[in-house]
């Protein structure tokens, strides 16, 4: 069994529009694929940036507690001088005739 031109033409012909259909399909999964990495990496980046916010806002009530609690340390310690000086005093008057 042997094909005549028109035969061996025919196949050609399906093989170049298998091979264009191919093609195709790997053209459309690469713009697909493109397409949602786009997608992937701005999500990416609204998410670094959502994260880079919530630092720097969290480092910021860290520095401000941090202050915070320096100026309690310092009223607590001024407190701490006056009562010990109501103490003195009071043991004065406790030992006076």
């Known amino acids: 069994m042997s ?3 028109q ?5 050609l012909d399906q093989l170049k529009a298998t091979q264009q259909h191919v093609a ?7 713009e ?5 990495m786009r ?18 806002r969290h480092s910021s009530m860290i520095v401000s507690g941090t202050e915070a609690i320096g100026g309690l340390e310092k009223a607590v ?3 701490d001088e006056r009562f010990a000086e109501v ?7 406790e030992r006076r005739p």
């Not at 697909?32 to 949602?36: F, G, N, T, V, Y």
């Not at 997608?39 to 720097?56: F, L």
């Open 77 to 79: 310690q001024g407190h």
């Open 24 to 30: 195709d399909l790997i053209g459309g999964v690469k």
């Open 3 to 5: 094909l005549d031109q």
């Open 39 to 56: 997608q992937v990496e701005s999500k990416v980046d609204q998410s670094a940036i959502r994260i880079e916010r919530a630092i720097k």
């Open 32 to 36: 697909s694929l493109e397409r949602e």
């Open 7 to 11: 035969d061996k033409q025919w196949i």
């Open 87 to 93: 103490e003195r005093r009071l043991a004065d008057l």
